[in-house]
């Protein structure tokens, strides 16, 4: 794994190569070099797995920055009679075989995971490419006005350069895109790649195609040279060392656990000892004290750019457990759960196969994004076998019985036949999942700290230790209570909320856009105390989705957001109409209510003092005296029956009901309202607004 920067048209572009490779330093030591010509610099830092090949690789045709791992480069290398001399050189000299224009066909070719800039002398193009699950880092940025385009492996590359006299809005490269930065033309163009591959899976041998796809993925993964575990004792980690060890293959085992006295002891712990003595491997355990944690946590923060609880929990595990080791390359079961729907809320899934897409295409962006840099930190490459593009495309296609069992709530059952199969340990084939932050105790480390300092919250006391904030986001508001929780819960994760975006259709029967009460967003808008954009659409299906885009697109122009959050909770059609727009125009998709169990989320609604009102009923079981009232506790005891007896959406999911949010800890005045009822029969009606105002809390 190695790091790589360019800059084209920058006034100081050596010194700002220069200064991003010594920011960047941990990715490779082996060597560190620049090329310069014309109007652009590259630069490369070297981490050598494979033969030792200096970068940037200058040809007579062009130029090539690469941090990569090709697992099938010697194939390759046979097969078009290249000479290359290790896998980085192939890819240089296979672009240059096929041509520039058909980088598609190249990528087609490679079997592994990179990230490439590539530069054409004659056609005088750029062009980037990722790996297509985004397992290696790449990031750019394009500024047309000044003919400025940029690119990197890590933000940081230029967030933390004093030579520029400007901020960089750095986004990700989407890895399903290949980009080209036209010179001349001062314009770049994105060419859309395909996740899955068109071959129908012959439904005799599914879990026998599986199986085999789960043992090269590993196997070809194997350096030549020693390499490690991130073992904690799950079921995903624990089949990758099984594997290893029935391959005869040496390793030692690595986990970091919280060590003090005031807590249980880590629940990892001895699932981990247990399988490290099954597969005849050295566990190191690295115990960090209270104080050890505290200390490294701002450094950690700014390793991963976030304060995010959920990823600083995960992100200290791993850096401790990477801490300070010999070898060069540590294999870790990520991916396993977004592959063969590992989360507990795959179990209320209506599609498990898009579920777990869903979960794929923004990896990218999270946990391999962040994993990738602390690992680097740490200066180890971060081998991730169920992430292999022929074990992805072919798991998205196999059938959702062989991933849930709806009956015993049990998940991942094709994996965990295949560790059967392997041999592993029954307890940890049958072993429900733990998330690392939690199994190691460094999630109860955090909140103990947060208490110590005096800060309500987890997210309050990381938000205090780092100098830099997480991605500004745009929030979809639709002036239900869904919308607005989910900003909530992403002010709670210190996310910035820099606008919001309304979509007003006059189609009141949109799939797509909440519509009763859209005309008060403008006021929710002044009690947040945030912008608000209002896109007006016809409402015609699917056409009105142009409009929701332009929306987006105007947000990012003015208020520079990276991301969008909206409420879906369990409409696919939503959630992937949104994810498509957002992944097309490079920011991230957010849904942090996705699959929340109903009950336990209206109860959260009420308990944390959120009031909202129904403003529209259509269903059997609901009557006029819901209209216009605050629901309270009694009110979701009363929906619960109704969901037993006539099977009625405690969220209003089914479109039982609509709401409006009246009052919620965010607002800094609450909505006074006057209405009238109109019923058209005794279960369907709508309240009808006469006055509204805002009103001191």
Known sequence: MCGIIGTFNFLDGKQIVLSGLKIMENRGKDASKIFEKDCFVFGHNLHSIIDYVEQPIVSDKGVLVINCEIYNWKELNKKYNLNAKNDSELVLRLIEKKGPTKINDVINCLDGDYAFAYFSFKENKLILARDIIGVKPLVYSFNPKKKQFCFASEKKAFDLQANLKEKIDLIHLNPRQILTFDLKKNKIYLKNLNLLNKEKLKTNSIKQTIFNLLDNAIKKRIPENEFAVLLSGGIDSSVIAKVLFNQNKKFNSYIAIIDDERFSKPVDLEYSKQVAKECNSKLIINKVSIIELEKQLPFIISLIESSDPVRVGVASTIYFATKNIKEKVIFSGLGADEIFAGYNRFKNSIDVNKDCYSYLIKMYENDLYFEDIITMANKIELRVPFLDKDLVSTSLKVDENYKIDL????????????????????????????????????????????????????????????????????????????????????????????????????????????????????????????????????????????????????????????????????????????????????????????????????????????????????????????????????????????????????????????????????FNKSISIEFDKKLQNEFTGEILIKKVKLVKK
């Open 407 to 666: 009956v015993t709530v049990k998940n991942k059952l094709i994996l965990r036949e295949y560790a059967n199969s392997i041999g592993l340990n029954e307890l940890i084939v049958n072993r429900d999942k733990k998330a690392a932050q939690y199994g190691s105790n460094f999630d109860k480390a955090i909140e103990y700290l947060a208490k110590k300092h005096g800060f309500k919250s987890k997210s309050m006391y990381l938000s205090s230790l780092g100098k830099k904030k997480n991605i500004s986001i745009g929030a979809l508001l639709s002036t239900g209570k869904d919308s607005l929780y989910a900003i909530n819960l992403m002010k709670k994760m210190n996310y910035s909320v820099s606008c919001l975006i309304t979509i007003d259709s006059k189609n009141k029967d949109s799939f797509m856009f909440h519509t009763p009460t859209i005309n008060l967003a403008k006021l929710q808008s002044k009690a947040l105390g945030i912008p608000l954009i209002i896109v007006k659409t016809k409402g015609e299906k699917e056409i009105e989705l142009n409009d929701l885009e332009n929306a987006i697109k105007k947000a990012i122009k003015k208020y520079k957001i990276e991301g969008l959050v909206s409420g879906a909770i369990f409409s696919n059609y939503q959630r992937e109409r949104i994810e498509k727009i957002t992944e097309n125009l490079g920011i991230r998709s957010f849904a942090p209510l996705w699959h929340m169990d109903q009950t336990k989320y209206m109860q959260r609604l009420i308990k944390e003092n959120n009031k909202f009102i129904i403003t529209k009923i259509a269903c059997y079981g609901l009557d006029e005296s819901y209209l216009g009232k605050v629901i309270d506790e009694n009110d979701l005891i009363k929906l619960e029956k109704l969901n037993k007896k006539f099977g009625v959406n405690v969220a209003g999911e089914g479109g039982e009901f609509e709401t409006l949010m009246i009052d919620m800890p965010l």
